[in-house]
């Protein structure tokens, strides 16, 4: 049976572990979930998986709202469907699988729930390639991971703290002097928030704060509010070119 695993990456984390997955599956594809539309299911029995990284304590609205679209994809066949989750974070997820249930409109016990944390300082190779196998086994095998429900501090952060984030964080992105309008940036932002508008970036108003753009922009041209403390690029990515969703 096909397995499609969608992702949505801002540094390279979660698209790298999208891509790791598949490649340990028979017959699996990772795909940028801009492209994930309810046409993809229909007449199709696929597993489907959505790997993301947590963005304050909670899952990246643009991902939430492909999970609404393509949760109506699943019309009729949702009882027998395998549905899986990776959130790789930096040591809090939070209550983001609260946010997957309702967004897929499944009932806990219906979606494999696999918290994947990737420390930004001393990331280790062997840890993480072990749990990567982990949760590829368990999504080869159709399997449910047993599951912890989240602590009231945990839900607090994830329904209180995420919308105030979302709500206020604007970084207001621009590029300064050294840009050379290679276009890097409008490539691997994974919300199609970047157009190129006479050689430079103009960013719109669909951002949702992963830093990609920040990151991964090869002349570090880009500046806006938080940007210095969200310096970080994947360990697992060696360029921008292998972040590329369009
Ligand atoms: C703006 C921002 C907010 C973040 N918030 C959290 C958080 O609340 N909890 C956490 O564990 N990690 C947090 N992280 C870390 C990311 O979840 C982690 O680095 C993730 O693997 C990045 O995935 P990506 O490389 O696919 O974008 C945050 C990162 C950024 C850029
Ligand atoms: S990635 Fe950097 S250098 Fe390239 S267009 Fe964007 S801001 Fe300019
Ligand atoms: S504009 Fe930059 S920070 Fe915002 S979603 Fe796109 S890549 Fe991420």
Same mark, same amino acid.
């Given at each position: 049976m096909e397995t499609i695993v969608y992702f949505f990456s801002g540094t390279g984390n979660s698209r790298k572990t999208a891509e790791s997955i598949a490649a340990r599956l028979e017959n699996a594809r990772a795909v940028p979930i801009g492209a994930a539309s309810l046409a993809d299911f229909s007449g199709s029995d696929a597993a489907v998986g959505f790997v993301f990284p947590i963005l304050m304590f909670g899952v990246p609205t643009f991902v939430l709202s492909k999970m609404r679209a393509v949760s109506a994809g699943f019309a009729g066949s949702s009882s027998k469907r395998y549905v899986f989750a990776v959130a790789t974070h930096g040591g809090n997820p939070a209550a983001s699988c609260d946010q997957i249930d309702r967004a897929l409109k499944l009932k806990r016990k219906r979606v494999a729930h696999f918290s994947l944390e990737i420390p930004r300082?001393?990331?280790?190779?062997?840890?993480?390639?072990?749990?990567?196998?982990?949760?590829?086994?368990?999504?080869?095998?159709? $399997? *449910?991971?047993?599951?912890?429900?989240? $602590? *009231?501090?945990?839900?607090?952060?994830?329904? *209180?703290?995420?919308p105030m984030g979302n709500a206020f964080m604007n970084p207001k992105f621009s590029a300064g002097a050294s840009c050379v309008g290679c276009g890097a940036c409008a490539r691997l932002c994974p919300t199609g928030n970047i157009s190129m508008i006479g050689g430079k970036p103009s960013w719109g108003k669909k951002c949702d704060t992963c830093f990609g753009c920040v990151n991964w922009c090869p002349s570090a041209a880009i500046t806006g509010k938080m940007a210095d403390a969200f310096r970080y690029r994947s360990p697992l990515a060696s360029s921008a070119e292998e972040l590329f969703v369009r």
């Open positions: 300082k001393k990331f280790d190779a062997d840890a993480y390639e072990r749990r990567v196998s982990e949760i590829s086994t368990f999504v080869g095998e159709r $399997r *449910l991971p047993p599951f912890d429900s989240p $602590r *009231l501090s945990s839900r607090l952060l994830t329904v *209180l703290v995420n």
